[in-house]
Nanobody
Framework: QVQLVESGGGLVQPGGSLRLSCAVSRSIFSLNSMAWYRQPPGKQREWVANITPGGSTSHADSVRGRFTISRDTAKNIVYLQMDSLKPEDTAVYYC?????????WGRGTQVTVSA
């Protein structure tokens, strides 16, 4: 079992920044990969970014250059730094990790970008 707890969401104005955190209940090095997804209101969940335990990253085209995924292997936390936020970034953001046998999801944190 792996428990994930997201935090850091909130209300921010367009152009602002937020940093999301995902606390993982076991060593990041025991995982295959970690990722952030989001689900905008009335839409399907979509992939945002991915990072391996070794630190290799990838980002969706819609966020590349504005969002950055990273991890702290000592604290077992995965971050999503979000800059230059736009109203269309409004969504519930979820952390997901992959083990060798299955994936685990957090409960999500709400991000609202509005003036």
């Amino acid at each position: 079992q792996v428990q994930l707890v997201e935090s850091g969401g909130g209300l921010v104005q367009p152009g602002g920044s937020l940093r999301l955190s995902c606390a993982v209940s076991r060593s990041i090095f025991s995982l295959n990969s970690m990722a952030w997804y989001r689900q905008p209101p009335g839409k399907q969940r979509e992939w945002v970014a991915n990072i391996t335990p070794g630190g290799s990253t990838s980002h969706a085209d819609s966020v590349r250059g504005r969002f950055t995924i990273s991890r702290d292997t000592a604290k077992n936390i995965v971050y999503l730094q979000m800059d230059s936020l736009k109203p269309e970034d409004t969504a519930v953001y979820y952390c997901k990790v992959l083990t060798g046998t299955r994936d685990y999801w957090g409960r999500g944190t709400q991000v609202t970008v509005s003036a």
